[in-house]
């Protein structure tokens, strides 16, 4: 069954400190890949999504992502993080089947330090 | 502007209410989604719809019920709330196939 792992529960940071969370899949073609960012008492805003092409994906906020299907890995990376950054971040992909529907990982949350 | 709604924000609510999550949005999608969300975890699919007068039960076996008589507007009714049934609740929307989702702030839901 297809599944999106994401290892690290918590994560901190100071501001202006690099970031990369990581996300894993499980899918045996090409997947839909997608990155969201869920502010505190908020709904989840799409960051960034990849579906064929340059591996390297651009977002919205500063945020890129980088596709590996050697690893089954899509990381989100973000080279200077802002205290306004911090939020529970949520890698998602496409399902195999009725490809509209997406499977969650369970989050990896983010604090960042001044 | 386009976007999807979902009223009230919060709400606490006694044991054996009957309640309704509102989730409208103004984007023209044909399909609309409804997630759980329980803090710490994954995000649970119950319910999801493709148009008007087509609804289906989601992963996640869940006791509330959804509507789709027009298309902006995914209702989801709880009979009789029980404690059970806290959590977050949170309204999608979509223009196709992987395409991404476009959600609502949610509802926080609160049975005592």
């Known amino acids: 069954a297809q599944s999106v792992t994401q290892p690290d529960i918590h994560i901190t940071v100071s501001e202006g400190a690099s970031l990369e969370l990581r996300c894993n899949y499980s899918y045996g073609a090409t997947p839909y890949l997608f990155w969201y960012v869920q502010s505190p008492g908020q709904g989840l805003q799409l960051l960034l999504k990849y579906f064929s092409g340059d591996t390297l994906v651009q977002g919205i906020k500063g945020f890129e992502a980088e596709f590996k299907r050697s690893q089954s890995s899509f990381n989100l990376r973000k080279p200077s993080v802002h205290w306004s950054d911090a939020a529970e971040y949520f890698c998602a992909v496409a399902r195999s089947y009725n490809t509209d529907k997406l499977i969650f990982g369970t989050g990896t949350r983010l604090q960042v330090f001044p | 502007e386009a976007d999807i709604y979902q009223t009230p924000r919060y709400l606490v609510i006694g044991t054996g209410k009957k309640i309704t999550l509102e989730c409208s949005q103004t984007m023209g999608h044909d399909k609309m989604y409804w997630y759980q969300q329980d803090p710490g975890m994954e995000l649970h699919l119950i319910h999801y719809s493709y148009g008007v007068n087509s609804t289906e039960k989601g992963d996640l076996s869940s006791e509330s019920t959804v509507s789709r008589i027009r298309t902006e507007h995914f209702p989801l009714t709880l009979e009789s709330a029980r404690p059970s049934h806290t959590s977050q609740y949170l309204c999608?929307?979509?223009?196709?196939?992987?395409?991404?989702?476009?959600f609502g702030s949610g509802t926080r839901l609160t049975v005592v």
């Open positions: 999608a929307s979509s223009d196709g196939d992987a395409t991404g989702y476009t």
